[in-house]
């Protein structure tokens, strides 16, 4: 399928042999608005961050000026002038921006919640490049509302997870509105020299007319963002600071559940007092030690939990603060899923194969026990990143106990175990890079090890029209036998993935092929995810996109793609599918997409049996969806989706609706409602196996089910001020699963009906009524910077039978009729910058 795939890709180069991406033939004009420099002063009197901008302090430099929209009518002059002062001394740097409006009185001031990103707010940012190495900078964003939003990229990722110590202020007024910044060295990195030349770009939305616009032209057409940036000049004589930071916390929790060996309608109350630390230390210029001491994650964001019936692993998202945070470096090559860290013991299911007679299980813990985590990071001048985790965790044990006698034993079901990264990230010219990956899990009392290590790179051409992305990963097990027996030591198992990609990445019309193959014994799952190995897979795409105005649209994007899979061993064939899709964007800032898809032949999945190499054979099948998002700067604006999925064979068929409302109530209240519907009827999967012992043979049957999906979600916030808020997450989720009638799967992977005598082994399969419902109510207040208090409740339920309902108010009062689990804390964490404290005993 490769060879058949490559002429349609030189086919496509030859095609756009004349196109390239807009600036490469630029005139001088045109080059004027890129690759500016700005000039940055020593300040000789400290800025006093309080939203006014004293000319005997800012004027020491000429300010920044004449911005370029970046959209809509990417390359135009902004339609509002925008002058930014840089000024720097021994502690910090500081930026002074006057945002002039000719109608003042317009400048939207929604507030929002830290780190919310573009509310309905006019916004001003600051990217620093420190290491001027295009790719890899800093962004500090502050809304006219005054809301802090901080950002960390690195090589075409956002980290908005990262979090700085910064102060900021704004005022708005007849000419406008104006923006002050302290950015302190100890929140940024930068190199060990005498003069600084640092990447620079400043950014405004003027959210009234949604115009965005930077200093140094960002072209749209462009891959890249940081690699568009000016450059700063001046800056000279600095160091950085010892960078010592301690956030102590306390905290509370009182939890309110149903007792583990009671009626249902009796509840356990438990409550406990913790405290512990986080420590951030600056190694040098360029490295962060980052510990977290006795870590408490209660207050995390509780996930979103689905009904699953297929054969693979659900990922959730990571949302513990500690794991999401500067972690770009671990994450880059794909091979670090740090929910792996206090996850479900990996003896956990083997418990039940260790009883003896009459024992049974009382305690069985879901999550193992994390002891500490630590991590260093940080990148040299010469462009050289290097990252270094690592994290404990301690014995976790199972309690059985015999029915006869009541004694009790426990089982280990995970010992203590270390997981480590270890990052190796060469940035190159040109947005290319080279790295290095190596991840590694070792556990004691003769449970088995496991060790990944990869080798990811990129390199684009100097016009950066084209790049190649090529990597490859080696995945070995020590002690894992090949029944999963996670204390069984039975050698050493290898696996393997490389891949490679080809693109035109840059102007309107772009393309790439790639190519990915995963061994049969490759598995990265003891601190990475994948959801199947064995999978040898070639796709290529093409798009053409409009970005500047056309018809009736602002910006119009189209592509088209084509899929084909194999199994990697044996080499037997998945599926070839194609696809297109078209979003546009209305003059009016309405969106609107189409997506088709079509698989014209049957699809051979070697999976949904759980019984490799039996396959089932999926029939044709197509779907299409379509869906619209209206102005955001609306008081109220709706996203709506629909969409249908058909397969003929089985008489198979689809269809889902989503509707979103959101309302804007006004500046400091907003609520959004997410509702979605799912029917799926002839859903036919895996239900169950047995075995004919007389005739040594096994029998696997799958059920034709009709599956009914309902979500309902409430994202509301009020926001008192900048520094305190409460938000509201809600989410109810039921899926309902109705069994109709059974077939055999036969060994060509056809399904036909059961026999009378098979129906007995069908009674057991019965339908599935599940239902989740989480609430997370939060009340925070960032006291000083950096510094907080969270109170928090937490509501959970989650009721899962095999009595259906079918009514949806019955379903929801059975739900809050079911035990709940209320737990209510409040946790307080102080920052403590060692210089800071050291001036103020030094006073």
């Given at each position: 399928?490769?060879?058949?795939?490559?002429?349609?890709?030189?086919?496509?180069?030859?095609?756009?042999?004349?196109?390239?991406?807009?600036?490469?033939?630029?005139?001088?004009?045109?080059?004027?608005?890129?690759?500016?420099?700005?000039?940055?002063?020593?300040?000789?009197?400290?800025?006093?961050?309080?939203?006014?901008?004293?000319?005997?302090?800012?004027?020491?430099?000429?300010?920044?000026?004449?911005?370029?929209?970046?959209?809509?009518?990417?390359?135009?002059?902004?339609?509002?002038?925008?002058?930014?002062?840089?000024?720097?001394?021994?502690?910090?740097?500081?930026?002074?921006?006057?945002?002039?409006?000719?109608?003042?009185?317009?400048?939207?001031?929604?507030?929002?919640?830290?780190?919310?990103?573009?509310?309905?707010?006019?916004?001003?940012?600051?990217?620093?490049?420190?290491?001027?190495?295009?790719?890899?900078?800093?962004?500090?964003?502050?809304?006219?509302?005054?809301?802090?939003?901080?950002?960390?990229?690195?090589?075409?990722?956002?980290?908005?997870?990262?979090?700085?110590?910064?102060?900021?202020?704004?005022?708005?007024?007849?000419?406008?509105?104006?923006?002050?910044?302290?950015?302190?060295?100890?929140?940024?990195?930068?190199?060990?020299?005498?003069?600084?030349?640092?990447?620079?770009?400043?950014?405004?939305?003027?959210?009234?007319?949604?115009?965005?616009?930077?200093?140094?032209?960002?072209?749209?057409?462009?891959?890249?963002?940081?690699?568009?940036?000016?450059?700063?000049?001046?800056?000279?004589?600095?160091?950085?600071?010892?960078?010592?930071?301690?956030?102590?916390?306390?905290?509370?929790?009182?939890?309110?559940?149903?007792?583990?060996?009671?009626?249902?309608?009796?509840?356990?109350?438990?409550?406990?007092?913790?405290?512990?630390?986080?420590?951030?230390?600056?190694?040098?210029?360029?490295?962060?030690?980052?510990?977290?001491?006795?870590?408490?994650?209660?207050?995390?964001?509780?996930?979103?939990?689905?009904?699953?019936?297929?054969?693979?692993?659900?990922?959730?998202?990571?949302?513990?603060?500690?794991?999401?945070e500067g972690t770009e470096l671990f994450n880059k090559a794909g091979l670090f899923y740090s929910r792996r860290i206090g996850a479900t013991p990996v003896g956990r299911d083997a418990v039940k194969d260790q009883l003896?007679?009459?024992?049974?299980?009382?305690?069985?813990?879901?999550?193992?026990?994390?002891?500490?985590?630590?991590?260093?990071?940080?990148?040299?001048?010469?462009?050289?990143?290097?990252?270094?985790?690592?994290?404990?965790?301690?014995?976790?044990?199972?309690?059985?106990?015999?029915?006869?006698?009541?004694?009790?034993?426990?089982?280990?079901?995970?010992?203590?175990?270390?997981?480590?990264?270890?990052?190796?990230?060469?940035?190159?010219?040109?947005?290319?890079?080279?790295?290095?990956?190596?991840?590694?899990?070792?556990?004691?009392?003769?449970?088995?090890?496991?060790?990944?290590?990869?080798?990811?790179?990129?390199?684009?051409?100097?016009?950066?029209?084209?790049?190649?992305?090529?990597?490859?990963?080696?995945?070995?097990?020590?002690?894992?036998?090949?029944?999963?027996?996670?204390?069984?030591?039975?050698?050493?198992?290898?696996?393997?993935?490389?891949?490679?990609?080809?693109?035109?990445?840059?102007?309107?019309?772009?393309?790439?092929?790639?190519?990915?193959?995963?061994?049969?014994?490759?598995?990265?799952?003891?601190?990475?995810?994948?959801?199947?190995?064995?999978?040898?897979s070639t796709s290529a795409s093409v798009s053409y996109n409009f970005y500047q105005p056309v018809w009736e649209f602002l910006s119009w994007r189209n592509s088209l793609s084509v899929g084909h899979s194999m199994l990697y061993e044996p080499n037997e064939f998945?599926?070839?599918?194609?696809?297109?899709?078209?979003?546009?964007?209305?003059?009016?800032?309405?969106?609107?997409?189409?997506?088709?898809?079509?698989?014209?032949?049957?699809?051979?999945?070697?999976?949904?049996?759980?019984?490799?190499?039996?396959?089932?054979?999926?029939?044709?099948?197509?779907?299409?969806?379509?869906?619209?998002?209206?102005?955001?700067?609306?008081?109220?604006?709706?996203?709506?989706?629909?969409?249908?999925?058909?397969?003929?064979?089985?008489?198979?068929?689809?269809?889902?609706?989503?509707?979103?409302?959101?309302?804007?109530?006004?500046?400091?209240?907003?609520?959004?409602?997410?509702?979605?519907?799912?029917?799926?009827?002839?859903?036919?999967?895996?239900?169950?196996?047995?075995?004919?012992?007389?005739?040594?043979?096994?029998?696997?049957?799958?059920?034709?089910?009709?599956?009914?999906?309902?979500?309902?979600?409430?994202?509301?916030?009020?926001?008192?001020?900048?520094?305190?808020?409460?938000?509201?997450?809600?989410?109810?989720?039921?899926?309902?699963?109705?069994?109709?009638?059974?077939?055999?799967?036969?060994?060509?992977?056809?399904?036909?009906?059961?026999?009378?005598?098979?129906?007995?082994?069908?009674?057991?399969?019965?339908?599935?009524?599940?239902?989740?419902?989480?609430?997370?109510?939060?009340?925070?207040?960032?006291?000083?910077?950096?510094?907080?208090?969270?109170?928090?409740?937490?509501?959970?339920?989650?009721?899962?039978?095999?009595?259906?309902?079918?009514?949806?108010?019955?379903?929801?009062?059975?739900?809050?009729?079911?035990?709940?689990?209320?737990?209510?804390?409040?946790?307080?964490?102080?920052?403590?910058?060692?210089?800071?404290?050291?001036?103020?005993?030094?006073?």
């Open positions: 399928m490769f060879t058949k795939l490559l002429p349609l890709a030189l086919l496509l180069c030859l095609c756009a042999g004349g196109t390239q991406a807009n600036g490469n033939n630029d005139t001088e004009a045109e080059k004027s608005k890129r690759n500016k420099t700005t000039k940055v002063a020593r300040t000789r009197a400290t800025p006093i961050i309080d939203g006014i901008l004293e000319p005997e302090v800012w004027q020491q430099v000429n300010p920044a000026n004449n911005f370029f929209r970046y959209d809509p009518l990417n390359g135009k002059p902004s339609s509002q002038q925008t002058e930014v002062y840089m000024l720097y001394d021994n502690d910090a740097v500081y930026i002074g921006a006057y945002l002039h409006d000719t109608a003042p009185d317009s400048v939207l001031t929604q507030l929002g919640q830290r780190d919310s990103g573009e509310n309905n707010s006019d916004m001003f940012g600051v990217y620093l490049d420190t290491y001027n190495d295009k790719q890899n900078a800093f962004a500090f964003l502050i809304s006219a509302a005054g809301v802090q939003t901080d950002i960390k990229y690195s090589q075409g990722r956002e980290d908005w997870n990262w979090d700085a110590v910064w102060e900021s202020s704004v005022r708005t007024h007849d000419g406008g509105w104006t923006v002050e910044m302290r950015i302190p060295y100890g929140a940024i990195r930068f190199p060990k020299a005498e003069v600084q030349t640092w990447g620079v770009n400043y950014m405004r939305v003027i959210r009234r007319t949604r115009e965005k616009s930077y200093w140094s032209h960002v072209d749209n057409s462009v891959d890249g963002l940081i690699n568009q940036a000016g450059r700063a000049i001046g800056i000279d004589g600095i160091e950085s600071p010892v960078r010592l930071q301690f956030m102590p916390y306390v905290s509370g929790y009182v939890n309110h559940a149903p007792a583990s060996n009671s009626e249902s309608n009796q509840k356990s109350t438990t409550h406990s007092i913790n405290g512990g630390m986080d420590v951030k230390y600056g190694i040098n210029d360029a490295f962060t030690l980052d510990v977290t001491l006795i870590p408490d994650f209660g207050q995390t964001q509780s996930d979103n939990q689905v009904l699953n019936l297929g054969p693979f692993e659900v990922k959730y998202s990571e949302n513990r603060q500690f794991f999401t003896a007679e009459k024992e049974g299980i009382t305690k069985n813990p879901v999550e193992t026990q994390l002891l500490n985590a630590a991590k260093v990071s940080g990148r040299t001048r010469r462009g050289l990143g290097v990252g270094l985790f690592n994290a404990f965790t301690g014995n976790t044990y199972a309690t059985v106990q015999d029915s006869v006698t009541g004694a009790t034993r426990e089982v280990l079901t995970d010992p203590f175990s270390n997981y480590s990264v270890f990052v190796l990230d060469q940035t190159l010219p040109r947005n290319s890079y080279l790295t290095f990956t190596n991840t590694n899990v070792t556990r004691t009392n003769g449970f088995y090890d496991a060790n990944v290590t990869g080798l990811r790179m990129r390199f684009a051409d100097k016009r950066n029209l084209f790049a190649m992305t090529a990597g490859g990963n080696l995945s070995q097990l020590y002690g894992k036998d090949a029944d999963n027996d996670p204390a069984t030591n039975d050698g050493t198992t290898l696996g393997h993935q490389y891949f490679v990609n080809l693109s035109k990445i840059s102007g309107n019309l772009q393309y790439g092929i790639n190519h990915n193959v995963e061994s049969n014994t490759y598995d990265i799952n003891d601190l990475g995810f994948i959801s199947n190995n064995n999978e040898m998945i599926k070839l599918d194609f696809g297109a899709s078209t979003n546009v964007r209305f003059r009016n800032f309405m969106s609107a997409y189409l997506n088709a898809g079509i698989r014209p032949g049957d699809r051979y999945d070697y999976f949904e049996a759980r019984s490799f190499p039996q396959v089932f054979v999926r029939p044709p099948a197509h779907d299409v969806n379509v869906g619209i998002s209206s102005d955001y700067r609306k008081r109220f604006a709706l996203d709506a989706s629909t969409g249908f999925w058909r397969s003929s064979r089985y008489n198979q068929d689809s269809w889902w609706l989503s509707l979103s409302p959101r309302f804007r109530v006004n500046d400091k209240f907003s609520i959004v409602n997410g509702n979605s519907f799912k029917s799926e009827q002839h859903n036919i999967g895996y239900a169950k196996a047995y075995e004919n012992k007389k005739a040594l043979t096994k029998h696997i049957l799958f059920g034709d089910r009709t599956i009914t999906t309902v979500s309902t979600t409430i994202s509301s916030a009020y926001i008192f001020n900048e520094r305190s808020g409460l938000t509201l997450n809600m989410r109810h989720y039921w899926s309902r699963a109705a069994y109709q009638k059974f077939y055999e799967l036969t060994k060509d992977g056809l399904l036909q009906p059961i026999t009378e005598t098979q129906e007995q082994y069908t009674s057991s399969v019965n339908g599935i009524n599940y239902n989740t419902f989480n609430l997370d109510l939060v009340y925070s207040w960032r006291f000083a910077p950096g510094s907080e208090l969270r109170v928090v409740w937490k509501n959970f339920i989650k009721d899962e039978s095999n009595e259906l309902e079918n009514r949806y108010f019955d379903n929801m009062s059975r739900t809050f009729s079911t035990p709940q689990n209320n737990n209510f804390s409040v946790k307080l964490l102080y920052f403590i910058d060692y210089i800071s404290l050291k001036n103020v005993l030094s006073a």
